[in-house]
């Protein structure tokens, strides 16, 4: 079956990096998309990987290995702004997008 | 600035009413989605559509049903309300397979 796993809380501290890691397995694969929920609100784009490798944007990096089904976003220079819910999410054959459960980050002063 | 929006944003609702949640995006895009999102589980598709008569089933489209008339608006209804239901529902649109979902700010359900 088609699976995705992130882990489902982590914290950091302010002004630190964090890395939130994504595992998938699809039916076929177009890429992985990372997303940003603050509570109560609605999910919100941050990046689209389709090749292998490293994309940064701003304070926001994410890297993705299509061998290893693999992903991570990573966050720098946390602020508390950052303390939200990261979704994980996998684009497979059909382009059905696939979802992780979410990792809730939880930023300490 | 074109944007989604969703209503009603908050419903209470009984076991057995039909409700309609509606959604309607002004990006002109072909792609739209509703999911659904409970504690513990990613979003679950409910239903989709590509374009304008198309509607797709998702993974838990049982006891709900879209239309898509025009390209602005799929509304989603639940025909007879059940309390498995209570739910936060959230209406999405893309230009493209692979494009950047936009969401609607949501809308949370209560059955009871």
């Known amino acids: 079956g088609q699976n995705i796993d992130q882990p489902t809380e982590m914290t950091a501290t302010e002004g630190a990096i964090v890395q939130i890691n994504c595992t998938y397995q699809?039916?076929?694969?177009?890429?992985l998309f990372w997303y940003q929920q603050h509570a109560g609100e609605a999910p919100t784009f941050l990046s689209y990987?389709?090749l292998d490798g490293l994309e940064e944007k701003g304070r926001f990096s994410s890297f993705l290995s299509r061998s290893k089904g693999y992903s991570y976003l990573l966050l720098k220079e946390l602020q508390m702004k950052d303390s939200a819910s990261y979704l994980c999410?996998?684009?497979?054959?059909?382009?059905?997008?696939?979802w992780g459960a979410g990792t809730k980050l939880i930023i300490k002063p | 600035d074109a944007e989604i929006t969703q209503s009603p944003r908050h419903k209470i609702t009984e076991t057995g009413r039909q409700v309609t949640l509606a959604c309607h995006q002004t990006w002109n895009h072909n792609n739209m989605f509703w999911y659904r999102q409970d504690l513990g589980h990613g979003l679950r598709l409910i239903h989709y559509?590509?374009?304008?008569?198309?509607?797709n089933k998702g993974e838990v489209s049982d006891g709900y049903s879209v239309s898509r008339s025009n390209t602005e608006d799929l509304p989603l209804t639940l025909e007879s309300a059940a309390s498995s239901q209570t739910s936060v529902y959230f209406c999405a649109s893309t230009a493209g397979e692979a494009g950047e979902l936009f969401f609607g700010e949501g809308s949370r359900l209560t059955v009871l």
């Open positions: 990987n389709v």
């Open positions: 559509s590509y374009g304008v008569q198309d509607t």
């Open positions: 699809t039916s076929g694969f177009n890429g």
């Open positions: 999410a996998a684009l497979d054959s059909n382009y059905q997008l696939i």
